[in-house]
Antibody, heavy 125, light 106 residues
């Protein structure tokens, strides 16, 4: 059974870098069948996609965050990671890691069929 | 940039049919997925590729997508279905979520 677990600091200072890791069990980040990604949710608000990665390292990023985001994959540890630089209070959110499947036609992260429990990251001095 | 729009709230009586819409320009030409999220929990996929239901999702959940509107339909709505629902699609190399709809069962 697929399980994803986010880990990382719950508090980050403004202008610093937010770093999170997602550890995958019951599945492999090396699989050519899936994408892996990050979605965030500010308190009391809706879902916002941050970005997704394929095992080869190919990435898709939210255009509104692209200049500050890096997603990477570590196949040896069965993990993938998120780095978000120059954070502000607006980056305070619950961050979810998730697995994405491609559609029946095309090759892109079409839908998210497995989610981690989420981790709250607060940006504050 | 492309956007998808959902009504902020929908109310339904127990046992009745709830319909939640997701609107976007020519959305019917794209695949749409739907997620259910209850307070304090992670989202759960309930419909993918417009009409497909993952294993374990009750048959009362169904989806359609045509023209400019995708619709999530819950037949025989139960109290346990009260939650936030999000539509999601893909456009120009970007994953897009709707703003979410709060379904109230009363």
């Amino acid at each position: 059974q697929l399980q994803l677990q986010e880990s990382g600091p719950g508090l980050v200072k403004p202008s610093e870098t937010l770093s999170l890791t997602c550890t995958v069990s019951g599945g492999s980040v090396s699989s050519s069948d899936y994408f892996w990604g990050w979605i965030r949710q500010p308190p009391g608000k809706g879902l916002e996609w941050v970005g997704s990665i394929f095992y080869s390292g190919y990435t898709y990023y939210n255009p509104s965050l692209e200049s500050r985001v890096t997603i990477s994959v570590d196949t040896s540890k069965n993990q993938f990671s998120l780095k978000l630089t120059s954070v502000t209070a607006a980056d305070t959110a619950v961050y979810f890691c998730a697995r994405a499947q491609p559609p029946s036609r095309g090759w892109y992260p079409s839908f998210f069929d497995g989610w981690g429990q989420g981790t709250l990251v607060t940006v504050s001095s | 940039s492309y956007e998808v729009t959902q009504p902020p709230s929908v109310s339904v009586s127990p046992g009745q049919t709830a319909s939640i819409t997701c609107s976007g320009n020519n959305l019917g030409n794209k695949f749409t997925s739907w997620y259910q999220q209850k307070p304090g929990q992670s989202p759960v996929l309930v419909i993918y590729q417009d009409t497909k239901r993952p294993s374990g999702i009750p048959e009362r959940f169904s989806g359609s997508n045509s023209g400019n509107t995708a619709t999530l339909t819950i037949s025989g709505t139960q109290a346990v279905d009260e939650a936030d629902y999000y539509c999601q699609t893909w456009d120009s190399s970007t994953v897009l979520f709707g703003g979410g709809t709060k379904l109230t069962v009363l």
